[in-house]
């Protein structure tokens, strides 16, 4: 595997380089030349840029932005990329920088990294080059050698403890410092607070121990009180489980009742199918009249049966709203009792506050008066009260702030924290979702190996799938047409067949035109009516010239007219005139027709007012022979004699001369109905009808295919895309995940760092309160003992007391007022809870009033349907007189189900009864429920024997005993026995506190003195090491003589500085400083060679090193550069022509159109001196 070297340097808009340009280099030596001015060290500034993130190296500029080229093209970015050749393989190291001008900061920019054109960070850039050895010491510019010629020699030492890592070790032992001092401080707060613990826990000893006896006596009345209420618990507890087992029978009752009610229900279904069949076949056997009286009663029945279902429906909502009502009410009940408690607990609290402020009053009016008592005693006196209430104001304004501060101070610590938890789980997180991360990726590259075959079926699958859901679609898109045009030929059957039912027709006419359209009989054309059509104003002349004949049915031959004949007497339809067009023969008016038809008045020959098909014309014929049309009666008359007359008005004249006329007939219309529309309809309905049955089959067969197609691509999908989904999904998420995480980190601690410079401020504050404070005390402590050796010991000792009795008296009413409170807000819920109940309630009672308002209604509506099917079946029993037997078992079916109703009632009122039994046992629980939870209360935790207990009187007088003595031990501070414990859990925690810090503070000493011991090794590895190397490279470089890295305090060396010693050879050994400037040089060149040595780079470049040394020494550094240029890369930029021949390649670097670097490659030394004056 070859070593790695710097393949490439891909410059745009860089400096001076103001186009793009690629410079490439080659393992060895490469020399850089060209003008001054031309850009040749905007090279090695470039590689700065790039590896900017770990060198401190200063790129000649004074912001980055100034990096982009400023030149006449106006241009807003720059981009340097380094192309690495690291073991066979490429690794594109790439930094940007984007101006992006804001309106309070015009040189904003925004940097962008990339590795191999992937967008990356800081600390990818940081691992790369880390893991790789590229540092700060792989570049020399132009100054370096100068600088540390002219550092000191405690900077010069410096750049031993960056190469040692010395700067570690310093945080360290600075971070270690930190803390030791931070645990001194700790200490010295902790011992002030142990002090104040341990005075305070003297004052609360008095304060416990009569809070204790108080507390005895409390229990002992407790105890008694439960005692007391032990049998009265016993006997609710009785009387409610009495209630309960009464609530128990009464639903179990119900519950039967219902079972019975449902039982009956099943049985009146049945009855009523049995009677609806019975009522079917006797409908069979009576005929159309029975039948259609069947469907009038059938129809009552069903309206009955409806409304009784109905009045079922809102009853069981009657019984519910009951349950409703019932529930709300003893809820509202319940909320009542609680508010009337709440109002007495409330007025007791507040009969209390009035209590405690009253004596509260009272002892501060006895303190006052001692306190002007003891202030008037004498001047001395006053002066020192008066004293006395500054300090002690001043103490506790100041006691108040460190409590605050004290509170503050937790709430930060809290904060840090939770800080350093969110911190930590953000670490973890941030590792789990990276591994994370890194499995699902390998997981997708699995899945993506093989896949290939499976993205085949799915394809397939999903075109099949798509294929199917089209034709679906279409098929559905068919269905929901041919629904609308099934309606629309329903509708239009039905009313050409209402019309036809207008027309009169004969039974015999309608059931052969019906065969007809139900393709029963073949051949049939249709009546003489159906099959012409004549204008308005002739209708009723040529309707009563048609006459009875207007039905003759007209068929293809004599064979299809003695079909229909047979048809007509096997089915007792009665008779009509069929006219078989293969035998009609047509004819010709008469003479005496012709000459009539000409007189005035003649409207026609009614024949030819009718139109029709020519092909009809016998059948029209024998209808109408030369029956003449004529306008009116009187023009009749005047032609009448041998000719058929018909006037417009419907009056008929005879060739006989006999007349016929008078009111309009009934009689069939021509055009009124279109029997052969009436055929084409329905068999179009039964065609679209077929249709339909056939597309809803394939319709059926087209789903099943379908949800196979899906079932197997779910099955496919679940083998790759779901996964991969998933997958990508969960790639997404954990990428997404770590971004936040990332952000959320630096806010963290950004957070912490904050509440940590918070924390330290108040601190610092707490520490000043506290010392003020202990003045304070001390001054109170002073002036009081000062007061009391003026003051009478009995005075001064009862204001001590009053004052805690104060104390412990407005803690008290604190008490009671937040109790106050907190009874009001829970008392106004519960008020706005009964309010929803009310309205609840009156919701629950408008809906039963509708309710019954329904079943009155329905009870109405089921009764006259009753009625009337009973009237309706009395009709039907006297005309079916024959088959009393039916009749009479269909008689006896409906009386059971008019029993089976009653029975149903019945059963629904005692199950309304039942509801009322246990809705009135149910409402006296609440009541018993709350006295026995009271009583449960008072004895809670405890267990008697009947036998046992003390006599009642007893155990009165006992109680009263036990008050008396309580009331003489108030007031109590009950808060001392928590404080007291509290007070005393502390100090046992800042003893150990105490102790911890100490061993804290222990470790830290030893800790920082082993970390000094480790710094200073670390120091001397590397010193040593770069030592040897500087004396060889020194004696190699300088062709003889020698030279040394000595320490000015070799024991500390940390205090002194690094010395460089060089003795020429010929010459004697002097300090860096008292050489000549060549030889300094070359002392320095060869300081530099040595740090790299240490810690080898695979590049370096070097920037004019050579600029100030003579020939010789020019060509022992370039002979130098030359040899190592056989194990690492160098790129030398130079203007001597030693250097330039010793280098394996020589680029050119000119300037173009006065402001443009370019690049020459692989020029030789001719080419150079054209280019550029050589030393």
Same mark, same amino acid.
């Given at each position: 595997?070859?070593?790695?070297?710097?393949?490439?340097?891909?410059?745009?808009?860089?400096?001076?380089?103001?186009?793009?340009?690629?410079?490439?280099?080659?393992?060895?030596?490469?020399?850089?030349?060209?003008?001054?001015?031309?850009?040749?060290?905007?090279?090695?500034?470039?590689?700065?840029?790039?590896?900017?993130?770990?060198?401190?190296?200063?790129?000649?500029?004074?912001?980055?932005?100034?990096?982009?080229?400023? *030149?006449?093209?106006?241009?807003?970015?720059?981009?340097?990329?380094?192309?690495?050749?690291?073991?066979?393989?490429?690794?594109?190291?790439?930094?940007?920088?984007?101006?992006?001008?804001?309106?309070?900061?015009?040189?904003?920019?925004?940097?962008?990294?990339?590795?191999?054109?992937?967008?990356?960070?800081?600390?990818?850039?940081?691992?790369?080059?880390?893991?790789?050895?590229?540092?700060?010491?792989?570049?020399?510019?132009?100054?370096?050698?100068?600088?540390?010629?002219?550092?000191?020699?405690?900077?010069?030492?410096?750049?031993?403890?960056?190469?040692?890592?010395?700067?570690?070790?310093?945080? %360290? /032992?600075?971070?270690?410092?930190?803390?030791?001092?931070?645990?001194?401080?700790?200490?010295?707060?902790?011992? /002030?607070?142990?002090?104040?613990?341990?005075?305070?826990?003297?004052?609360?000893?008095?304060?416990?121990?009569?809070?204790?006896?108080?507390?005895?006596?409390?229990?002992?009345?407790?105890?008694?009180?439960?005692?007391?209420?032990?049998?009265?618990?016993?006997?609710?507890?009785?009387?409610?489980?009495?209630?309960?087992?009464?609530?128990?029978?009464?639903?179990?009752?119900?519950?039967?009742?219902?079972?019975?009610?449902?039982?009956?229900?099943?049985?009146?279904?049945?009855?009523?199918?049995? !009677?609806?069949?019975?009522?079917?076949?006797?409908?069979?056997?009576?005929?159309?009249?029975?039948?259609?009286?069947?469907?009038?009663?059938?129809?009552?029945?069903?309206?009955?049966?409806?409304?009784?279902?109905?009045?079922?429906?809102?009853?069981?909502?009657?019984?519910?709203?009951?349950?409703?009502?019932?529930?709300?009410?003893?809820?509202?009940?319940?909320?009542?009792?609680?508010?009337?408690?709440?109002?007495?607990?409330?007025?007791?609290?507040?009969?209390?506050?009035?209590?405690?402020?009253?004596?509260?009053?009272?002892?501060?009016?006895?303190?006052?008066? !001692?306190?002007?008592?003891?202030?008037?005693?004498?001047?001395?006196?006053?002066?020192?009260?008066?004293?006395?209430?500054?300090?002690? @104001?001043?103490?506790?304004?100041?006691?108040?702030?460190?409590?605050?501060?004290?509170?503050?101070?937790?709430?930060?610590?809290?904060?840090?924290?939770?800080?350093?938890?969110?911190?930590?789980? !953000?670490?973890?997180?941030?590792?789990?979702?990276?591994?994370?991360?890194?499995?699902?990726?390998?997981?997708?590259?699995?899945?993506?190996?093989?896949?290939?075959?499976?993205?085949?079926?799915?394809?397939?699958?999903?075109?099949?799938?798509?294929?199917? @859901?089209?034709?679906?679609?279409?098929?559905?898109?068919?269905?929901?047409?041919?629904?609308?045009?099934?309606?629309?030929?329903?509708?239009?059957?039905?009313?050409?067949?209402?019309?036809?039912?207008?027309?009169?027709?004969?039974?015999?006419?309608?059931?052969?035109?019906?065969?007809?359209?139900?393709?029963?009989?073949?051949?049939?054309?249709?009546?003489?009516?159906?099959?012409?059509?004549?204008?308005?104003?002739?209708?009723?002349?040529?309707?009563?010239?048609?006459?009875?004949?207007? #039905?003759?049915?007209? &068929?293809?031959?004599?064979?299809?007219?003695?079909?229909?004949?047979?048809?007509?007497?096997?089915?007792?339809?009665?008779?009509?005139?069929?006219?078989?067009?293969?035998?009609? +023969?047509? *004819?010709?008016?008469?003479?005496?027709?012709?000459?009539?038809?000409?007189?005035?008045?003649?409207?026609?020959?009614?024949?030819?007012?009718?139109?029709?098909?020519?092909?009809?014309?016998?059948?029209?014929?024998?209808?109408?022979? %030369?029956?003449?049309?004529?306008?009116?009666?009187?023009?009749?008359?005047?032609?009448?004699?041998?000719?058929?007359?018909?006037?417009?008005?419907?009056?008929?004249? #005879?060739?006989?001369?006999?007349?016929?006329?008078?009111?309009?007939?009934?009689?069939?219309?021509?055009?009124?109905?279109?029997?052969?529309?009436?055929?084409?309809?329905?068999?179009?309905?039964?065609?679209?009808?077929?249709?339909?049955?056939?597309?809803?089959?394939?319709?059926?067969?087209?789903?099943?295919?379908?949800?196979?197609?899906?079932?197997?691509?779910?099955?496919?999908?679940?083998?790759?895309?779901?996964?991969?989904?998933?997958?990508?999904?969960?790639?997404?998420?954990?990428?997404?995940?770590?971004?936040?995480?990332?952000?959320?980190?630096?806010?963290?601690?950004?957070?912490?760092?904050?509440?940590?410079?918070?924390?330290?401020?108040?601190?610092? &504050?707490?520490?000043? @309160?506290?010392?003020?404070?202990?003045?304070?005390?001390?001054?109170?402590?002073?002036?009081?003992?000062?007061?009391?050796?003026?003051?009478?010991?009995?005075?001064?000792?009862?204001?001590?007391?009053?004052?805690?009795?104060?104390?412990?008296?407005?803690?008290?009413?604190?008490?009671?007022?937040?109790?106050?409170?907190?009874? *009001?807000?829970?008392?106004?819920?519960?008020?706005?809870?009964? =309010?929803?109940?009310?309205?609840?309630?009156?919701?629950?009672?408008?809906?039963?009033?509708?309710?019954?308002?329904? /079943?009155?209604?329905?009870?109405? &509506?089921?009764?006259?349907?009753?009625?009337?099917?009973?009237?309706?079946?009395?009709?039907?029993?006297?005309?079916?007189?024959?088959?009393?037997?039916?009749?009479?078992?269909? %008689?006896?079916?409906?009386?059971?189900?008019?029993?089976?109703?009653?029975?149903?009632?019945?059963?629904?009122?005692?199950?309304?009864?039942?509801?009322?039994?246990?809705?009135?046992?149910?409402?006296?629980?609440?009541?018993?429920?709350?006295?026995?939870?009271?009583?449960?209360?008072?004895?809670?935790?405890?267990?008697?024997?009947?036998?046992?207990?003390?006599? +009642?009187?007893?155990?009165?007088?006992?109680?009263?005993? /036990?008050?008396?003595?309580?009331?003489?031990?108030?007031?109590?501070?009950?808060?001392?026995?928590?404080?007291?414990?509290?007070?005393?859990?502390?100090?046992?925690?800042?003893?150990?506190?105490?102790?911890?810090?100490?061993?804290?503070?222990?470790?830290?000493?030893?800790?920082?003195?082993?970390?000094?011991?480790?710094?200073?090794?670390?120091?001397?590895?590397?010193?040593?090491? +770069?030592?040897?190397?500087?004396?060889?490279?020194?004696?190699?470089?300088?062709?003889?003589?020698?030279?040394?890295?000595?320490?000015?305090?070799?024991?500390?060396?940390?205090?002194?500085?690094?010395?460089?010693?060089?003795?020429?050879?010929?010459?004697?050994?002097?300090?860096?400083?008292?050489?000549?400037?060549?030889?300094?040089?070359?002392?320095?060149?060869?300081?530099?060679?040595?740090?790299?040595?240490? %810690?080898?780079?695979?590049?370096?470049?070097?920037?004019?090193?050579?600029?100030?040394?003579?020939?010789?020494?020019?060509?022992?550094?370039?002979?130098? +550069?030359?040899?190592?240029?056989?194990?690492?890369?160098?790129?030398?930029?130079?203007?001597?022509?030693?250097?330039?021949?010793?280098?394996?390649?020589?680029?050119?670097?000119?300037?173009?159109?006065?402001?443009?670097?370019?690049?020459?490659?692989?020029?030789?030394?001719? =080419?150079?001196?054209?280019?550029?004056?050589?030393?």
């Amino acid at each position: 595997m070859g070593r790695m070297y710097l393949k490439e340097v891909q410059l745009e808009n860089f400096k001076s380089f103001g186009k793009k340009i690629t410079v490439p280099f080659l393992p060895g030596f490469t020399a850089i030349t060209g003008p001054n001015g031309a850009g040749k060290s905007n090279i090695s500034d470039a590689i700065l840029f790039v590896l900017g993130p770990r060198s401190p190296k200063i790129i000649r500029a004074g912001r980055l932005t100034d990096l982009i080229y400023n *030149g006449k093209k106006s241009v807003d970015h720059c981009k340097v990329s380094l192309v690495f050749e690291n073991g066979g393989e490429e690794v594109v190291l790439t930094r940007r920088i984007k101006r992006a001008p804001l309106p309070d900061n015009p040189d904003n920019y925004y940097s962008y990294f990339y590795i191999n054109g992937r967008s990356s960070s800081l600390s990818d850039f940081v691992h790369f080059l880390s893991s790789n050895n590229v540092s700060a010491n792989s570049i020399v510019q132009q100054g370096d050698v100068t600088a540390i010629v002219e550092m000191g020699d405690v900077p010069r030492r410096r750049i031993l403890d960056d190469i040692a890592g010395i700067s570690d070790f310093d945080r %360290d /032992i600075e971070k270690s410092e930190r803390e030791r001092e931070e645990v001194e401080k700790n200490l010295e707060y902790m011992a /002030i607070i142990l002090n104040e613990i341990k005075s305070q826990l003297g004052k609360l000893k008095k304060e416990r121990d009569g809070a204790i006896q108080y507390k005895e006596l409390r229990d002992r009345l407790q105890t008694a009180r439960a005692m007391l209420s032990y049998k009265k618990r016993r006997e609710v507890e009785k009387e409610i489980a009495e209630i309960q087992k009464q609530i128990q029978k009464y639903q179990q009752e119900r519950q039967d009742l219902e079972q019975e009610t449902k039982r009956l229900r099943d049985t009146y279904r049945q009855k009523q199918l049995d !009677l609806q069949a019975l009522e079917e076949k006797i409908a069979e056997l009576g005929g159309e009249e029975v039948e259609e009286l069947k469907e009038k009663i059938d129809h009552a029945r069903e309206e009955s049966i409806k409304a009784k279902e109905k009045i079922n429906y809102y009853t069981r909502e009657l019984v519910e709203g009951k349950d409703q009502r019932k529930e709300l009410t003893g809820q509202r009940d319940r909320l009542a009792r609680e508010l009337a408690s709440y109002g007495k607990k409330i007025a007791g609290l507040e009969k209390e506050v009035e209590r405690l402020t009253g004596q509260l009053e009272e002892k501060q009016r006895e303190l006052e008066e !001692l306190k002007e008592t003891v202030s008037h005693s004498d001047q001395r006196a006053m002066d020192i009260t008066r004293e006395l209430a500054k300090i002690k @104001k001043q103490y506790e304004e100041e006691r108040a702030a460190l409590h605050e501060l004290e509170l503050k101070k937790d709430r930060l610590l809290q904060q840090m924290d939770a800080l350093a938890l969110a911190i930590s789980e !953000l670490e973890e997180n941030r590792g789990t979702y990276e591994f994370e991360l890194k499995d699902v990726e390998w997981q997708i590259q699995e899945i993506g190996k093989q896949a290939k075959q499976q993205r085949h079926d799915k394809k397939r699958l999903e075109q099949e799938l798509f294929d199917r @859901k089209k034709e679906e679609a279409e098929i559905a898109e068919a269905l929901q047409k041919m629904d609308r045009e099934v309606m629309q030929y329903q509708r239009e059957l039905a009313r050409l067949r209402a019309k036809e039912d207008a027309a009169s027709y004969t039974r015999a006419t309608r059931e052969i035109l019906k065969a007809r359209d139900e393709g029963a009989i073949k051949g049939i054309h249709g009546s003489i009516s159906e099959l012409g059509q004549v204008d308005e104003d002739h209708r009723m002349a040529l309707g009563v010239a048609a006459g009875s004949r207007a #039905e003759a049915i007209v &068929v293809d031959d004599d064979e299809v007219a003695a079909a229909c004949i047979s048809f007509l007497k096997k089915n007792d339809y009665g008779r009509t005139t069929f006219l078989p067009l293969n035998k009609m +023969v047509g *004819g010709k008016p008469r003479g005496k027709a012709l000459m009539t038809v000409k007189e005035k008045g003649a409207v026609g020959f009614a024949i030819d007012l009718v139109h029709f098909d020519p092909a009809y014309q016998p059948a029209f014929w024998y209808v109408f022979r %030369d029956t003449i049309v004529m306008e009116n009666l009187q023009s009749a008359r005047a032609v009448m004699g041998g000719v058929r007359l018909v006037t417009l008005g419907g009056d008929i004249i #005879e060739s006989t001369g006999a007349m016929v006329g008078g009111s309009a007939p009934r009689l069939s219309s021509f055009g009124d109905v279109d029997r052969r529309k009436v055929g084409e309809i329905g068999q179009k309905l039964r065609e679209v009808s077929h249709q339909q049955e056939v597309l809803s089959e394939k319709l059926l067969e087209v789903r099943e295919r379908l949800a196979a197609v899906e079932k197997e691509l779910r099955e496919c999908a679940r083998e790759e895309d779901d996964r991969v989904e998933r997958l990508e999904l969960r790639r997404k998420e954990f990428t997404g995940k770590l971004e936040v995480i990332t952000q959320e980190l630096a806010k963290k601690a950004a957070e912490r760092d904050q509440v940590e410079q918070k924390l330290a401020e108040v601190e610092k &504050v707490m520490q000043e @309160k506290n010392a003020l404070m202990q003045k304070l005390e001390k001054e109170r402590h002073a002036t009081e003992q000062g007061l009391k050796k003026i003051s009478k010991k009995e005075v001064m000792d009862r204001m001590d007391r009053l004052r805690e009795e104060i104390q412990a008296l407005k803690e008290q009413k604190r008490d009671l007022s937040s109790q106050i409170q907190t009874a *009001g807000k829970e008392r106004d819920m519960v008020a706005e809870r009964q =309010q929803e109940i009310e309205a609840g309630l009156a919701a629950i009672e408008r809906q039963q009033e509708d309710h019954q308002r329904e /079943i009155r209604e329905l009870q109405e &509506v089921h009764a006259q349907h009753r009625d009337q099917m009973e009237a309706l079946m009395e009709v039907e029993k006297k005309m079916l007189g024959k088959m009393k037997g039916l009749t009479k078992e269909r %008689d006896e079916l409906y009386r059971e189900s008019v029993d089976i109703e009653n029975k149903i009632d019945t059963l629904a009122t005692k199950m309304e009864t039942h509801l009322d039994l246990v809705s009135r046992a149910q409402s006296r629980l609440p009541t018993l429920e709350q006295t026995l939870a009271e009583l449960l209360m008072e004895t809670e935790g405890l267990e008697f024997k009947d036998q046992k207990l003390p006599p +009642v009187d007893d155990l009165k007088a006992d109680i009263k005993s /036990i008050e008396q003595k309580m009331e003489g031990l108030q007031p109590v501070n009950m808060r001392a026995l928590e404080e007291y414990e509290r007070q005393d859990e502390r100090r046992k925690e800042f003893d150990q506190d105490i102790d911890r810090l100490k061993e804290q503070r222990k470790n830290l000493i030893h800790l920082v003195e082993e970390i000094k011991k480790k710094k200073t090794d670390a120091f001397m590895v590397v010193f040593e090491e +770069v030592k040897q190397h500087f004396e060889r490279i020194y004696t190699h470089l300088m062709e003889g003589g020698d030279a040394q890295l000595i320490l000015e305090n070799p024991e500390q060396p940390f205090d002194g500085g690094l010395i460089i010693k060089a003795r020429p050879k010929g010459k004697r050994a002097l300090r860096l400083n008292a050489l000549s400037g060549g030889e300094k040089s070359m002392a320095s060149l060869a300081f530099i060679f040595a740090l790299q040595a240490y %810690d080898p780079s695979p590049f370096y470049i070097l920037d004019e090193v050579d600029m100030f040394l003579d020939g010789k020494n020019a060509e022992r550094v370039a002979t130098m +550069v030359s040899q190592q240029s056989r194990r690492t890369q160098f790129i030398m930029i130079s203007l001597r022509r030693i250097t330039l021949n010793k280098a394996d390649h020589i680029y050119g670097v000119t300037m173009q159109d006065g402001d443009v670097s370019t690049m020459i490659g692989n020029v030789n030394m001719e =080419q150079v001196e054209q280019i550029v004056e050589v030393k």
